[in-house]
């Protein structure tokens, strides 16, 4: 959701009551909430006629919709069924239902880093990659900086070669969880490992860590490593990116943010990126970055990593493309 998209959000969340807005924030994933939330604080006046638009198109749009099917999963079973037979179709109904409640599962996401590491801890690797590979990879990354540097390095090679968790060992993992912690009641279906979930996570780490896993999982499997490194974008590869993707990254970026950020970039990139500015907007930036002191490498790669958020979101949009060539250009 864009920054306009939250804002509309939050107009008609406040609008609608705090009872209404309660049971909204209940569907929510734990980054929507926290994301809309921070936008509802920093929301002060808003105009009459401001209200009334966001108003008019919610219901333009709820009014043009219409529920298809009340029990999608119970559709699912019969047209299966009738299309493949009992036995044919009783093969892919679990793949695709993908066990049912993972809510144990689903309730990480709102657990801070630490404490998800402490309850890991002393998992078998592969039992802490099936359940880290549902949470988002920001998550994950976090998650995986408060293991040592054995451990991480061995999750994360699980998680490069998961191809999937089958559907009974995704709810007795489910189950297992669930006795520690208190459930969600809303499930999402998460991406179940593989080299881009690797690449993903690793991508949100600093240098340093990144280096020791595509190390340790090169180790283990050069060409593993390469195909997870091929996957990765990192900031010195919006070298690779056109004019038009980087003026639209520009759009999204504040000025300090970028600042900080090419203190730590090559001189071929700031030109890059000053190349695609106006000539004041330029030299303006150059003299930012001029007049800056030394900056902590840990607050060059933050920003770094904040500015490769906005653009793996426009590569996802569709509205850039960050990826080589063949079946699969985007990096996701």
Known sequence: MDDQGLQDAAIFLMSIGEEEAAEVFKHLSPKEVQKLGETIARTRAVSHERVDEVIQRFTSTASSQSLLVSDTDNYVRSVLKRALGDDKAALLIDRILQGGDVSGIESLKWMDPLSIAELLRNEHPQIVAAILVHLE?????????????????????????????????????????????????????????????????????????????????????????????????????LLKLDGKAIQLILKEIATDQLVVALKGASAELRELILGNMSSRAAEALREDLDARGPIRLSEVEAQQKEILKVVRRLSDEGQIMIGGGGEEEAFV
């Open 137 to 237: 990879a920001e998550q994950t990354a976090a998650v995986l900086k408060n293991f040592t540097e054995r451990p991480r390095n061995e999750v994360m090679l699980r998680i490069a070669t998961l191809e999937g968790i089958q559907p009974t060992a995704l709810k007795d993992l489910n189950e297992v969880l669930y006795k520690v912690l208190a459930g969600g009641d809303k499930v999402r279906k998460a991406s179940m490992g593989g080299v881009k979930t690797a690449a993903e996570i690793i991508n949100m780490m600093g240098t340093q860590i990144e280096s020791s896993i595509i190390e340790a999982i090169r180790d283990h499997d050069a060409d593993l490593a390469q195909k997870i490194m091929d996957k990765m974008f990192i900031f010195e590869d």
